[in-house]
Nanobody, 111 residues
């Protein structure tokens, strides 16, 4: 059974940083493409970043240069490092594998 459990969200001031984690089970993270998506209040899902099984990373223009996706294959965990956070980054963040996604972790950027 595929399970994705996100953590690491919180309240942070503009310019701050967070590291999100996604603990995956039921499939080998190392052999699959993974993504992060987010949903701001009242808006639809927005793609944030992806990493291929070959470790090629891509980013939405809105986060490029500020966010970094990575993974720890030994622990079957996906990460998203969020730096230089802006108020418009406020959203529920989800990790995504194929048709599955987790319950999400809330990131709130506010002064």
């Amino acid at each position: 059974e595929v399970q994705l459990v996100e953590s690491g969200g919180g309240l942070v001031q503009p310019g701050g940083s967070l590291r999100l984690s996604c603990a995956a089970s039921g499939f080998p993270l190392s052999l699959n493409d993974m993504s992060w998506v987010r949903q701001a209040p009242g808006k639809g899902l927005e793609w944030v970043s992806s990493i291929t099984y070959g470790d090629r990373a891509t980013y939405a223009d809105s986060v490029k240069g500020r966010f970094t996706i990575s993974r720890d294959n030994a622990h079957n965990t996906l990460y998203l490092q969020l730096n230089s956070l802006k108020t418009e980054d406020t959203a529920m963040y989800y990790c995504k594998f194929a048709g599955w996604r987790g319950q999400g972790t809330q990131v709130t950027v506010s002064s």
